[in-house]
């Protein structure tokens, strides 16, 4: 089935700055790649996605590449504030089901 | 509108015992799923509904495990002689749709502890 890595498993960084998350999928097969934002106590909620027909895609202040040759897609968040903080999830279809794959998760620590 | 809601919140019990978990989604919605979220691991796909077909159990990690949809709607995950292992969040989404590509709405999640 379909396996997804995702790094760093912690990101911390100065308030302003930028953020990136990666992550590395599998299945050549895969062609839809959501990411969510986790907070605490919640659940997870779909904040960007990206499907293998573009190599990305941009909401505001939220970006995703997806580079399907080397199977990798990325996250990036730019000018962070700190309602940023929280756990970001990266997923992709799995093979042999309708349910997504998801990837451990990276916390985002945003520093005043 | 209601999102997707679980009950209860949180959940303590006793290693053997049996639990229900259960999960109200969203109205309309005919896609449920069911996942398992440990300490610092992503989140682990258990069971999918989609409307009245069969469901996919193919992640339940043991015959422990199992789940029903009553009516296309509400659903209830039970776990039978629970075991320390099985201490998590239980999480449930609901999308309007079957397939991958249609955005999965989080409940808040069950957080159970077996003690």
């Known amino acids: 089935g379909e396996n997804v890595e995702q790094h760093p498993s912690t990101l911390s960084v100065q308030e302003g700055d930028s953020a990136v998350i990666k992550c590395t999928y599998s299945d050549s097969a895969s062609n839809y790649f959501p990411w969510y934002k986790q907070e605490l106590g919640k659940g997870p909620q779909l904040i960007i996605d990206i499907r293998s027909n573009v190599g990305e895609k941009k909401d505001q202040r939220i970006a995703v590449t997806l580079n399907k040759t080397a199977k990798h897609f990325s996250l990036h968040i730019t000018e962070t504030q700190p309602e940023d903080s929280a756990v970001y999830f990266c997923a992709a279809p799995v093979s042999s089901a309708d349910g997504l794959t998801f990837g451990k998760g990276t916390h985002l620590i945003i520093q005043p | 509108g209601a999102g997707v809601s679980q009950s209860p919140s949180n959940k303590v019990t006793e290693k053997g015992k049996d639990v229900e978990l259960r999960c109200d989604p969203i109205s309309g919605h005919t896609a449920l799923y069911w996942y398992r979220q440990s300490l610092g691991q992503g989140l682990e796909f258990l069971i999918y509904f989609q409307g009245n077909s069969a469901p996919d159990k193919s992640g339940l990690p043991s015959d422990r495990f199992s789940a029903e949809r009553t009516g296309g709607s509400v659903s209830t995950l039970t776990i039978q002689r629970t075991q320390q292992e099985d201490s998590a969040v239980y999480l449930c989404?609901?999308?309007?749709?079957?397939?991958?590509?249609?955005?999965?709405?989080f409940g808040p999640g069950t957080r159970l502890t077996v003690t």
């Open positions: 989404a609901s999308s309007w749709d079957r397939g991958y590509s249609y955005e999965q709405y």
